[in-house]
């Protein structure tokens, strides 16, 4: 039972750092972005049901990447294994983002895109490792 209050706990450090991060980077990409470079502007956003839907997806990833980083420190304590599990979580928003909407003579949006994926998942794992080393939650017990 201990093992899985600590996943929830993870889990939920996870999902509001992948938020916070999904916030400051809509607000980057609405207001810096898309009103300096032209090429970018697609990337504007408004507050609607779509916003919305994005910034939960990336809370409930965020949330998956907590447990899954938590499960990855248990097992190795390898740093390319570390940078490895936030470069994947990372690279798969990234490149969803692509699918969803090629319609666009540009790479440019979707390369940032790709980049501010892997720049949310670097900043939970960041905060992954202050909350495990500051104990406000334990890595998993050896099995």
């Known amino acids: 039972m201990t093992e899985r209050i600590e996943s929830l706990k993870v889990g939920i450090i996870g999902g509001l750092s992948v938020c916070l991060a999904f916030a400051i980077a ?5 207001f810096v972005l898309a009103k300096y470079f032209q090429t970018l502007v697609c990337l504007q956003s408004d507050l609607n049901w779509r ?7 990336a809370t409930f990833t965020g949330f998956l990447f907590g447990v899954t980083y938590r499960y990855i420190i248990r097992c190795d304590r390898n740093p390319q ?3 490895g599990g936030v ?5 798969v928003r990234g490149l969803t983002q692509i699918e ?3 319609n666009h003579s540009t790479i440019w949006p979707f390369l940032v895109l ?15 490792d202050l909350a495990i080393q500051f104990r406000w ?4 017990s050896s099995i």
Do not use: D, Q, R, Y
Request: charged share 5%.
């Open 51 to 57: 916003l919305l839907v994005s910034g939960a997806v």
């Open 26 to 30: 809509s607000l980057l990409n609405t």
């Open 87 to 91: 470069l994947a979580f990372g690279l």
């Open 137 to 140: 939650v334990k890595p998993f």
């Open 114 to 128: 790709a980049a501010e994926s892997l720049l949310w998942f670097a900043l939970a794992a960041i905060a992954l």
């Open 81 to 83: 294994l570390k940078a």
């Open 100 to 102: 969803f909407g090629w």
